[in-house]
Structure formats: C-alpha cells, structure tokens
C-alpha cells in the first residue's frame, strides 16, 4: 500500500521535474498501485526520456525541491541502466522516502513513456503519469525477479479490459521473455489457454 509519504515524495519529484522539457511516467510500485495491485512501497520511481549529457538539469530542479543525491557523481549504470537515486523528506514525514530516476534505455522503454496514461495521484493536485499495464508488465518481465514475475500476473489479472494485448505480445517476444508471459498467464487465467505468440 502507498502511504501518504511516498505519495508526498513522488508529487515533489513530478513538480520539479516539470521543469524540464522531457516526457517521464511513473514506473515502478507506485505503477503497481495505479493499476490496481496495492504493495506497501517506500520508493517513487520515474522513467525519463532524456539524454544522460542532460542529467544535470533533473539533479538541478531536484536538489533545488530539497531532494540530495545518495551518491557522488549521482548518476549511475545498473545493468546497463542509467539511475540516479535521491532521498526527500516530505514536512509530515518522520523519515525520508527514495526517488529514482531512470533515464530511458532503448525503443521499448521511450514509447512506454510515450504511451504513459494520466493517474490522478491525489486529490487537489495535477495527475502524474503512469505507464500503461501492458507495458509495466513487460518491464516486471524484464527485471525477472520472483517478486516481479508475481507482479505481472497481477497486473494481468486485474487489468485485463485497458491492456492491449497486440503490442504486449509484440514486446514480450521482441524483448525475450515471451516464456516468463506464459507462465504468468497460467498463473493469472489457470482455466485458460495460453494465447498464441507467433
């Protein structure tokens, strides 16, 4: 479940991102609760669509909103994966919350952002957005941890009248991981058929 912290956290982050001219979506747990699969969570994640020689705009508009780096240089590579990780302190909060920002890598994750939905985070405040199911669920694929593979059967389940289903089985076999989508779709319709990739 997300709690008023991580919310609090994520709501700064988006602020202070937008002022920078790149298109992002919520990734991560908080897409989870979006999409109708509540898990305790205590880190804001957000992909962005932005060059690494560009880093220094989003650290900047961060630090400025009262976000500090956990490391030195911020930016980081994590399989390949460009991150840089913050700490923020919401006024409410008895300790701070993590922000990561990933920076895009490749195709898949740049029209993920592109295709992102709005998701009304809190009332009285502007909707962030959040990537789509189908496209959340090929990132839970990818990241291939036990925790993740539970997710996307989740998400599948719970959310299976807004995902589409041409472009998911399009990316699941582009991305390599067409086998872990059919075990989770035995697991999220047991009394089905698996679909037909090909």
Known sequence: MAGEGVLATLHAGWEALSKVDAPKAVIGGLALVAWKHARYTRDADVLVAIEPDRIDELIGVLQCAGFQPRHTPPLRFIDGQAIAQFTFQPADALMPFQFDLLLVKGDFQRTAVTRAVPWPLRHGTSPVRVVRPDDLIVIKLLAGRIIDRADAAMILRE???????????????????????REIWREAFPDEAVPDLE
């Open 159 to 181: 959310n299976r009248v807004e995902i589409d289903f041409t472009r998911l089985h399009q990316e699941v076999t582009r991305q390599g991981v067409a086998a872990e989508y």
